[in-house]
């Protein structure tokens, strides 16, 4: 069992940042794929960024330039670095972990006013 806690979330201005964090209970050195998914309300979830256990990553086009994902793994962390935030960013953000399995976190909520 992975728990994750996601924190770092909260109300920011356009053009602000933010950066996330996720915490894991157990080693990430050894996690396939960790990433961040977003859902805003009345919205399907959708990924915003992944990182693979040798660094590779991949991010939405829709955030492609304005959002960085990394992982520490000896803090077992994962972080999503998020600039230029938009009215549309607003979303609860999850965090996702995939090994022999499927975890979530419980997501943060992450408001951006205009």
């Known amino acids: 069992q992975v728990q994750l806690v996601e924190s770092g979330g909260g109300l920011v201005q356009t053009g602000g940042s933010l950066r996330l964090a996720c915490a894991a209970s157990?080693?990430?050195?050894?996690?396939?794929?960790m990433a961040w998914y977003r859902q805003a309300p009345r919205k399907q979830r959708e990924l915003v960024a992944t990182?693979?256990?040798?660094?590779?990553?991949n991010y939405a086009d829709s955030m492609k330039g304005r959002v960085t994902i990394s992982r520490d793994n000896a803090k077992n962390t994962v972080y999503l670095q998020m600039n230029s935030l938009e009215p549309e960013d607003t979303a609860v953000y999850y965090c996702?972990?995939?090994?022999?399995?499927?975890?979530w976190g419980q997501g943060t909520q992450v408001t951006v006013s205009s």
């Open positions: 996702y972990a995939f090994t022999f399995q499927t975890y």
């Open positions: 157990t080693s990430i050195f050894g996690i396939k794929t």
């Open positions: 990182i693979t256990s040798t660094g590779n990553t």
